[in-house]
C-alpha cells in the first residue's frame, strides 16, 4: 500500500476525455481482478461505455484522485438511481466500486463511499446498496465499517441473496 497524498474527489463528466480515459482504464483493470471475474472489458464496451452513461439521467460516477505532481486516478465509483417502492422513494445502488491495489486500505473506498452518500442525501434518497462477492472479505469489512449490512426485512426470513439471469 502506498501512503497517499491528499485523496481528491471529482463527479465524472462522462463526455470529457480525460474523464473517459479514466473511468474505462480503473472498470477494465476491476474487470480484470479475480472479483471483477479475471476478464479484460470487451473493446466495443470500453469504446461506448461513457456515451451510453452520459445519456443516462440516472447514473452518477466519482473518481478519486491522488494529487502529486501528477494527480493519477486510482479510484472509481460507479451508482445508479433507483426507486424503492416500500419508501416511495429513490434509492442509490453502488454498481462498482474500484480501488487501485497499491491504494487499497489508504481511505479511497471510504472517500468514495462518502461521495456516493453526499449524492444519495442531496437527492433525498432513502438508502445506499450495493452488492458484494462472499469471499470478497476485504471489501465487506470495508463497507461494514462504512455502515453497510446485510439486508433482511425479518430475520426470521434471512438475507436478500441476489440472483441473475444473462438475456
Not at 502529486?68 to 416511495?88: D, R
Not at 462472499?134 to 470495508?142: L, M
Request: charged share 15%.
Amino acid at each position: 500500500m502506498r501512503q497517499p497524498g491528499p485523496v481528491r474527489i471529482h463527479l465524472v463528466d462522462y463526455r470529457a476525455a480525460q474523464d473517459t480515459t479514466d473511468v474505462c482504464a480503473l472498470l477494465d483493470m476491476y474487470a480484470c481482478d479475480p472479483m471483477g471475474g479475471g476478464e479484460p472489458l470487451a473493446a466495443d464496451v470500453l469504446g461506448r461505455l461513457c456515451g451510453d452513461l452520459a445519456a443516462r439521467a440516472d447514473a452518477f460516477s466519482f473518481l478519486a484522485y491522488v494529487d502529486g505532481p501528477q494527480a493519477q486516478a486510482v479510484g472509481l465509483i460507479n451508482c445508479f438511481e433507483g426507486y424503492s417502492t416500500f419508501k416511495a422513494r429513490p434509492l442509490l445502488n453502488i454498481h462498482d466500486i474500484v480501488v487501485h491495489p497499491a491504494y487499497r486500505s489508504a481511505g479511497v473506498g471510504q472517500a468514495l463511499l462518502g461521495a456516493a452518500q453526499d449524492l444519495a442525501r442531496s437527492r433525498a434518497c432513502c438508502k445506499l446498496t450495493l452488492e458484494v462477492l462472499s469471499g470478497n472479505t476485504v471489501a465487506a469489512r470495508s463497507y461494514a465499517h462504512f455502515g453497510f449490512a446485510a439486508y433482511q426485512l425479518d430475520p426470521a426470513a434471512g438475507q436478500a441473496v441476489l440472483m441473475q439471469k444473462w438475456l
